[in-house]
């Protein structure tokens, strides 16, 4: 009986425990179940309407950090480097964090002396930021801002970014990165550079601090040299300390692609060379010349040079010069670059964007075109009138070299102005115009130069007889070098292709790639007949260049071309100014000689036009100042030079025991 009593007690006992438990269980549950929704009730509050204090710590938790990517090279044809990036940094100040500094003037000096500046230019830039914010500051007690804003959240704008340095150099880095003064910090920073300024800056052309081409090249490829920037994705803390990174928080950069351009810096560079050598010869203002593949059309060098030679004046826009001027002052004929002293790649091009009548090398392309319409042979004599002929309309024509009559052949060969102006008149202002136009003079070349010059060809409307007279010999029509290459590279190609113009390129072109042209200026037939009548021309020169002192003979490579001796041109007027009454628009007894030649005479490999900008008084006097005395020199010893460069097997001009009698 005291066992079964016993029994039910202890059972009752446990029962009332086990229901104790519960309750507490319960209780328990029940009060952190309250805390969970006073927290969660509390996060809400926060997030929809958080005090002030907190406003300044919120914002997005998740921050992405930008990796900046590597922008492809720009090589030469040969794969040669001209112009690559690498990263670099630059110095910058937190002026935020720079005023914390205890003791200002010690941090300055500190800051001025790692970064090789001195203390007023570090302390002038710092304080002015400093008073800056400090007067931010105080203007935001007056206004309140907008709800929801930046300044809300935040606090007014203060600047937090001061650049102190271009790109450092290591012993620069390490120096800053020992300072111990709050605000000083380094950015990496992306850097172009190009290995042969000195020769291609203003092909390749310059990056700006945006990282976008501005110029040239750099802009041309724009599209294909780019990076893509990579991101990391990082969740950080309170403090703005990482945390951890998602599994799909990293996307790396991605690079640029490389550009291949036509240029081959060693042609580039040979060029240059015999540019700069010409030039000096004759004591030119400056000068400018192309060579061209005249097969692919890729410009495979180009040269613009400007001299800084005494005695040089400006115009003054009053004074009238006369046609027979003879002395006076030496006037400057290029026009100013201002932005070519700032970097050499941002200057002109001005193979491409300035204008020059091309003269007398002008006539072998309206002697082609007479020729392909059937108004002459090249074994017809024209009467060449000793020299001095006056045409029907009362235009006074005169020739270098006085003769009664030539053929139609020695016409060109001794750039008769009265041969091409009689047999020119047989062909109608249409025809006429029509054939500059078909040699792609008055459009551009589409070689990627945003500030490219069409030239300037006259109107049908304003095409008149004296128009007609002038085209004949080179005046009345102005042109650049890159166009007069492309043109004459007509006469050097072979087979059907004879006689057209190729697509000019600033890339390298792949030989399975290259479209056939079928832009045709004259037919295969008298684009070749045009090309042995210009070998006379190149004859007459290497006779000349033998008897200089000392001779410059044994060429490599026999050529055929061209020259002309174009008086200099006015540029066009500055604001405010115009051409006085009385001046026709030349520097009469300046002159802008030229040359333009393309070889070996069999296969032609290389066009090259050369233009000299104003040969010196002296040259003038001793007659040495038509582009055979001081253009041709140059394109005869850049072309025999650049060919044998490119391995082109020798086949030099006849003697002159084979000119005198041909097999």
């Keep these: 009986m005291f066992g079964s009593s016993s029994q039910a007690g202890g059972a009752q006992t446990g029962a009332q425990t086990g229901a104790r438990i519960d309750r507490l269980t319960l209780f328990v549950f029940a009060g952190l179940s309250v805390m969970l929704v006073i927290l969660l009730g509390r996060v809400v509050q926060l997030q929809a309407a958080p005090p ?21 090279d720009i090589l030469d044809r040969a794969g040669r480097i001209l112009a690559a990036s690498r990263f670099g940094y630059r110095a910058f100040i937190d002026p935020v964090e720079f005023a914390k500094n205890t003791d200002m003037g010690t941090a300055i000096d ?49 600047s937090r970014f001061l650049p102190m340095s271009n790109i450092l150099d290591d012993a620069t880095i390490d120096a800053v990165k020992r300072l111990t003064v709050k605000g000083v910090h380094l950015e990496i920073r992306p850097v172009r550079e190009m290995t042969s300024d000195s020769l ?3 092909l390749v052309g310059k990056v700006g601090f945006d990282g976008l081409g501005l110029i040239a090249a750099e802009r041309m490829f724009e599209d294909t040299v780019k990076p893509e ?76 040079l400007i001299r800084d030679v005494r005695g040089v004046v ?48 002008f006539k072998c392309f309206m002697w082609a075109a007479a020729t392909d319409l059937g108004l002459v042979a090249p074994s017809d004599t024209i009467d060449t009138e000793e020299g001095v ?22 016409v060109l060969v001794n750039s008769s102005n009265i041969g091409m102006v009689k047999v020119t008149s047989r062909m109608d202002a249409k025809q006429m115009r029509d054939a500059v136009l078909a040699f792609g003079f008055g459009s551009r070349t589409d070689l990627g130069f945003k500030s490219e010059s069409p030239g300037r060809v006259t109107s049908p409307k304003a095409w008149s007889k004296y128009t007609q007279t002038s085209v004949a010999f080179g005046h009345e029509i102005s042109v650049t070098p890159l166009q007069m290459a492309r043109a004459f590279s007509a006469f050097c190609r072979n087979a059907d292709e004879a006689g057209t113009l190729p697509d000019v390129h600033l890339t390298a072109v792949e030989s399975r790639s290259r479209e056939r042209v079928i832009r045709r200026a004259v037919s295969p037939d008298t684009a070749l007949l045009v090309r042995e009548t210009l070998r006379g021309v190149t004859h007459n020169l290497d006779k000349r260049l033998a008897l200089r002192d000392p001779p410059e003979k044994d060429w490599r490579y026999e050529l055929f071309g061209k020259s002309g001796t174009p008086d200099a041109p006015m540029s066009d007027p500055p604001q405010g100014k115009r051409r006085p009454k009385g001046s026709d628009g030349y520097f009469r007894g300046q002159y802008f000689p030229t040359f333009i030649a393309g070889g070996p005479v069999e296969e032609p490999r290389l066009v090259c036009v050369v233009v000299v900008e104003d040969p010196g008084p002296s040259a003038v006097e001793k007659r040495q100042h038509y582009g055979a005395y001081s253009a041709g020199p140059i394109v005869r010893r850049t072309m025999d030079r650049a060919l044998a460069y490119l391995g082109v097997p020798a086949s030099p001009p006849p003697s002159e025991d084979q000119q005198a009698h041909p097999e």
Aim: charged fraction near 30%.
């Design 52 to 72: 002030a204090p907190l406003l300044a710590l919120m914002g997005d938790r998740v921050t992405e950090a930008v990796e900046p990517g590597r922008r492809g």
């Design 110 to 158: 500190q800051t001025a002396r790692a970064l090789g500046l001195t203390f007023e230019e570090v302390r002038k830039e710092v304080m002015d930021r400093i008073a800056a914010n400090e007067a931010r500051k105080w203007q935001a007690q007056f206004y309140s801002p907008k709800p929801g804003s930046r300044e809300e959240r935040s606090g007014p704008a203060l």
């Design 200 to 202: 291609v800056a203003m």
């Design 229 to 304: 920037s990579g991101l990391f994705r990082f969740v950080r803390d309170a403090r703005g300390q990482p945390l951890w990174v998602e599994p799909e928080g990293y996307e790396p950069p991605k690079r640029g692609q490389d550009v291949r351009l036509a240029i081959d810096l060693e042609l580039q560079r040979i060029l240059i060379q015999e540019m700069e050598r010409g030039l000096a010869d004759v004591d030119a203002q400056g000068g400018r010349a192309v060579l061209m593949d005249p097969r692919t059309g890729e410009v495979l060098a180009m040269a613009d």
């Design 314 to 361: 400006d115009y003054d826009w009053m004074t009238i010069i006369p046609k027979d001027k003879r002395g006076g002052p030496r006037y400057r004929v290029i026009p100013p670059d201002p932005e070519r002293a700032r970097h050499p790649a941002l200057g002109r091009n001005r193979c491409v964007t300035d204008i020059y009548e091309p003269g007398s090398t």
């Design 389 to 410: 002929w006056t045409t029907p309309y009362g235009r006074t024509i005169r020739d270098v070299v006085k003769r009664g009559s030539m053929s139609w052949r020695d």
